[in-house]
């Protein structure tokens, strides 16, 4: 069996875990407000749907979202577009950029009741 596309593999983990799009929205938000800037992301359900029929790529930012919360390796998404704008964030993937590093915890998958990621580091 061919392995999934990086957009069928977002939506697989997805569902695994029994998460509805705006169930996984909550859960990004959540990792960014203990783990990220702090910010209000500029994702709803409508961007993961766009992402997970591949209507969108997945920029570095949400990838290192995805992976943190889903589990799923950054470099399934990353492009090399996205790859030589890495240390930009772009206003539409975000409304505030990263500062600083800082080290991800676990996220609880209720669905499986148990951990998705181990601890990672984003870039500064």
């Not at 990220?36 to 949400?62: M, Q």
């Not at 799923?72 to 492009?79: A, L, T």
């Not at 991800?104 to 951990?115: C, E, F, H, Q, V």
Request: aromatic share 6%; charged share 30%.
């Amino acid at each position: 069996m061919a392995p999934l596309d990086p957009h069928d593999e977002l939506r697989q983990a997805r569902l695994r875990r029994g998460w509805s799009r705006p169930e996984l929205v909550v859960r990004l938000q959540r990792w960014e407000t203990e783990h990220g800037s702090g910010r209000e992301l500029a994702v709803d359900r409508n961007s993961l749907y766009r992402w997970e029929t591949g209507r969108r790529g997945v920029s570095e930012f949400y990838a290192i979202r995805f992976e943190a919360v889903l589990g799923i390796p950054r470099d399934r998404f990353i492009d090399g577009r996205s790859r030589r704008h890495a240390g930009r964030v772009d206003h539409q993937d975000s409304v505030g950029a990263i500062g600083g590093a800082a080290t991800a915890s676990p996220i609880p998958d209720g669905a499986l009741g148990r951990t998705t990621t181990a601890p990672m580091e984003l870039p500064s």
